[in-house]
C-alpha cells in the first residue's frame, strides 16, 4: 500500500528539521528530492505499508493506495492525527464515505 | 578511511524494540545514575520495527492460572516441544506486572463491564496498540539512554573470547561507528524475506512481518561464534489472504470459525482434526490442517466472520486499524465487509522468529539471557527455545536482560580491553567493501554493473532456492534431504564466492546489501538445523516428507550449532530438555 506524495500539497516540512516523513518512515525510504524540495518514497516496493508516514504528515499530502495488483482503485484512508486518537475517514469503491477513530494513548479524552 | 564515530559505553543494546527500550529502563532503574546505556537503531526506535503498524492485542497474558499454566500453554502449543521452561517460568512470572507497568505509561489497554483487563482467549487481552511503539521507545528514553537512530550495526567485536562491543554505519551519514561495550544486548528482531515474498514488484513486502527485520540478530551472533538453536523450527502464519494480518482478530477475536470451501468447520468436523486439538489444536497443526483441505480440494479456507458474533464483527475495521490499516483499505477497496461474507485466510510465506510461534535464537545459559559468548545477551526475538512470548514477554524479557547485564557489569564484566585498531579496520572494511566495489566497477550502457550483483538480484536469487529447496509454499511447505541438499549448495555457492560481486551505489542500497549478507547467514542456519532433525515434530511448520514421524529417542532434546568460520560449517551439539512444569506435554493444564 505504499504512499505517494501530492505535489500541490507537500511544503516540504519546511519549518521542520526533519521532515516528518522523513523522520518516521522504519524503512527509511522517504527521501527529498533535491530539485523539487518535495517528498517522495524512494522505493515503494519496500514499503511495509505501515502508514506511519501517511499518520504523520501535516499537509495530508501523503496518499496511501493499495497495489494494484492486489485491489482496484479507487478507495481512500485519510488519517488525521489527534494527541489521543487518529480519526479515519474511509471511503469505500463506492463512494461510501465512514469515519472511524483508534485510541492511540490512554488518558484524558480531549485531542 | 571514513570518518569514525567512537562511543565508549556499559551496556550497548543492538535494537531498539519492545526487548531493547524495557532492558534500558530496566538498566537504569537497578544500575543507577552513572550507568552508561546506548541503544542503537537502523531506524527511529519511535516507529521501527515489528510494531510499526501497531498490534491490536497483547498475546502473553495470565488472564487466570498460574504462569505454570501459561508455559504449559506455550509447550502445547508447539506440539509438545521441548522449550526453555526456566526462561519461560522466569517470564511468567513478571508478565502482569510489565504489562501494568506500561498500562501507566500510557498503553490504552481495553476494560470490561467490570474493569478488568478485556481478554481475548485464554492468554491475550485487547488492547488499543496503534502507539505501542512510541509508548516503548519512551521507555529508553526515560531512561536517560543515548539513542542512536538511523545507524545499521553490521558485526559485533570480539576480542579474547569475549563480546566487546560492535561496529556499524550511519544509514543517512555514512560515517563509521565504532561502539565499545562492557556488556552487549542483542535484540534486533528475527527474520522476514528468507522465503520468497508471496507477491512482487510494488507488493514483494506486502507481508506479515516486517521486511525491515532481516535476521541481523541471528547472523551477527552465528557469525561471532554464539551456540544457536531453534532453527529447526519457523514460523508460517495464517492471515488473512493479501494483506497478511493477522487473522487471530477474527478467530478469538470475534469467534469467527475457520471453514473450508464447502463451508465445513473441518476443526471441529473432521475426526482426524479433532483428535488432534479440534479448533484450539496447536498453531502448526492449524497450518497443516488448513493445506491438507486445500490439497484435497476443499480450498480456499475462510474465516467464516457471517458466523461470528455480530457486534464484534461491525467492530472490525477499528480493530485492524490499530495494527493493519491495508487490511481496512483493502477491503474498501474490493467492497468487503466481514458482516456480509467469509475473509480468506491463507499462510504467508515462511518467518524466523524466536518469540512468536517459533524457537529460533542464541543460547543462553540458565536465565540470565547470557549467550555462550560472554558479555553478549540476547533478548526479544533474539532470544532461542522460549517461545510464545510475544510484546508483553519481549518487554519482560527485556527488564529481564537489563537486570542480569548489570549483575554482569558488577561482576566479571569489568573493564573492557582497548580495541584492537587492526580488527577494527577490518570490520570497517567489511562494512562498506559493496560501496568500494560500486566505486571500481564498468557498467553496461543501461546502468548495470558488470562484474556485480545488486542486492536485490541476489536476494531474489536467495529467496528463489528458499522457496523451491527448503520448504516454500510450492511444496505445500514440506521438504525433504534431496531438496535440502540442492538449498545447501546453492545457498553455500552464495554465501561462499557469490559475495565478493556484491556491490551498493549509496548508503540506502548497502543496507540492502547488508541485509541479504544476514538473510544469508540464517539461510544456512534453517538448512542445516532442518537437516540435522530428522523427523518431523512441528508438523505444519517443519513436514519432512522423508521423514514423516516424531523420533524422540534422538531428538526430543535441544540442537545447537556454532559455526566455525575456517570451514564454514555448523558444530551441532545436543541439551538434554528439562521438564519443570509436570504433566503431559500435549496437553493444556487448563
Ligand atoms: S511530511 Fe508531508 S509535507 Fe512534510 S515533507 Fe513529508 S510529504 Fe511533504
Ligand atoms: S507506509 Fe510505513 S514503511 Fe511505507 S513509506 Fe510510509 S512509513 Fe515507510
Redesign the pocket.
Known amino acids: 500500500m505504499p504512499p505517494y ?1 501530492l505535489p500541490d500539497k ?4 519546511k519549518n521542520e528539521a526533519d ?3 522523513v523522520a518516521v518512515c522504519p524503512g527509511n525510504l ?1 527521501v ?1 528530492d533535491p530539485v523539487t524540495s ?2 517522495l518514497c524512494r522505493d515503494p516496493g519496500e514499503c511495509w505499508d505501515c502508514m506511519t508516514c501517511t499518520i ?4 495530508q ?2 496518499v496511501t493506495q493499495v497495489q494494484y495488483q492486489l485491489a482496484p482503485i479507487p478507495a481512500e484512508l485519510i488519517p488525521r492525527l489527534g494527541k489521543r486518537h487518529i480519526t479515519w475517514t474511509l471511503i469505500d469503491c463506492k463512494g461510501r464515505i465512514y469515519r472511524l477513530e483508534n485510541t492511540i494513548l490512554a488518558g484524558g479524552e480531549e485531542d | 578511511m571514513r570518518e569514525r564515530v567512537h562511543i565508549d559505553t556499559d551496556i550497548l543494546i543492538v535494537g531498539g524494540g519492545t526487548a531493547g527500550c524495557l532492558a534500558a529502563w530496566e538498566a537504569r532503574k537497578v544500575g543507577g545514575p552513572k550507568l552508561r546505556i546506548t541503544v542503537v537503531d537502523r531506524a527511529n526506535i519511535r516507529h521501527s520495527g515489528s510494531l510499526a503498524a501497531g498490534q491490536n492485542a497483547l498475546n502473553a497474558y495470565i488472564n487466570q492460572g498460574t504462569p505454570e499454566d501459561w508455559v504449559a500453554y506455550v509447550r502445547y502449543d508447539l506440539l509438545g516441544a521441548p522449550v526453555r521452561e526456566d526462561i519461560l517460568l522466569s517470564v511468567g512470572y513478571e508478565l502482569n506486572e510489565t504489562v501494568a507497568l506500561m498500562e501507566k505509561e500510557g498503553l490504552p489497554i481495553k476494560k470490561d463491564a467490570q474493569g478488568r483487563y478485556l481478554r481475548r482467549g485464554k492468554w491475550n487481552i485487547e488492547v488499543n496498540g496503534r502507539w505501542l511503539k512510541p509508548i516503548t521507545a519512551k521507555m529508553a528514553e526515560k531512561a536517560g539512554a543515548q539513542i542512536l537512530n538511523w545507524v545499521y550495526v553490521t558485526e559485533l567485536i570480539k576480542q579474547d573470547g569475549r563480546c566487546v562491543g560492535a561496529v556499524g554505519f550511519g544509514v543517512r551519514d555514512g560515517r563509521f561507528y565504532v561502539i565499545k561495550a562492557r556488556a552487549v544486548l542483542m535484540a534486533a528482531g528475527g527474520a522476514a524475506g528468507i522465503w520468497r515474498s508471496r507477491y512482487e514488484g510494488d507488493a514483494h513486502h506486502r507481508m506479515w512481518y516486517v521486511p525491515f527485520n532481516n535476521g541481523a540478530s541471528y547472523a551477527m551472533m552465528k557469525r561471532i561464534g554464539a551456540e544457536m538453536t531453534g532453527f529447526d523450527t519457523r514460523m508460517i502464519p495464517l492471515r488473512i489472504k493479501d494483506t497478511y494480518a493477522p487473522a487471530g482478530t477474527l478467530a478469538i477475536g470475534v469467534n469467527a470459525p475457520m471453514v473450508n470451501a464447502l463451508g465445513e468447520v473441518f476443526m471441529l468436523e473432521k475426526e482426524e482434526y479433532v483428535r488432534m486439538g479440534g479448533h484450539t489444536a496447536p498453531t502448526p497443526v492449524r497450518v497443516w490442517a488448513c493445506y491438507r483441505e486445500i490439497a484435497a480440494g476443499r480450498g480456499p479456507i475462510f474465516m467464516d466472520t457471517t458466523r461470528g458474533d455480530p457486534e464484534k464483527v461491525a467492530g472490525l475495521r477499528e480493530q485492524y486499524l490499530d495494527m493493519s490499516p491495508t487490511t481496512v483499505l483493502y477491503w474498501a477497496a474490493h467492497d468487503i465487509d466481514p458482516a456480509r461474507e467469509p475473509i480468506e485466510i491463507e499462510a504467508d510465506s515462511p518467518f524466523l522468529v524466536g518469540a512468536h510461534a517459533a524457537c529460533c535464537g542464541a543460547w543462553t545459559i540458565g536465565i540470565t539471557r547470557m549467550t555462550t559468548i560472554p558479555g553478549l545477551f540476547a533478548s526479544g526475538e533474539a532470544l532461542g527455545q522460549a517461545p510464545s512470548r510475544y510484546i508483553s514477554g519481549c518487554w519482560t524479557c527485556g527488564r529481564i536482560a537489563g537486570r542480569h547485564m548489570v549483575q554482569w557489569l558488577e561482576g566479571e564484566g569489568t573493564e573492557v580491553p582497548e580495541l584492537d585498531p587492526g580488527l577494527v579496520a577490518q570490520l570497517e572494511t567489511r562494512t562498506f567493501a559493496p560501496l568500494e566495489r560500486w566505486s571500481k566497477q564498468e557498467f553496461f550502457t543501461n546502468g548495470k554493473p558488470v562484474r556485480g550483483v545488486l542486492p536485490r538480484e541476489m536476494e531474489a536469487h536467495m529467496q528463489n532456492v528458499m522457496e523451491d529447496y527448503c520448504g516454500g509454499r510450492i511444496h505445500y511447505f514440506t521438504v525433504s534431504e534431496p531438496y535440502l541438499e540442492i538449498a545447501r549448495r546453492r545457498i553455500d555457492r552464495l554465501r561462499r564466492d557469490q559475495l565478493r560481486y556484491l556491490v551498493a551505489r549509496d548508503l540506502f542500497e548497502l543496507e540492502r546489501a547488508w541485509d541479504v549478507i544476514n538473510r544469508l547467514d540464517c539461510c544456512q542456519l534453517v538448512i542445516e538445523h532442518i537437516s540435522y532433525r530428522k523427523e518431523t515434530r512441528y508438523l505444519g511448520f517443519v513436514t519432512r516428507t522423508d521423514y514423516p514421524e516424531r523420533n524422540d529417542a534422538e531428538y526430543d532434546c535441544f540442537i545447537c550449532s556454532v559455526w566455525h568460520p575456517e570451514t564454514d560449517t555448523l558444530v551441532f551439539k545436543k541439551y538434554p530438555y528439562e521438564q519443570i512444569v509436570p504433566g503431559d506435554r500435549t496437553k493444556e493444564t487448563i
Open positions: 506524495v507537500c511544503d516540504g516540512c521532515p516528518w516523513c522517504f527529498i518535495k517528498a504523520f504528515c501535516p499537509r499530502a501523503i
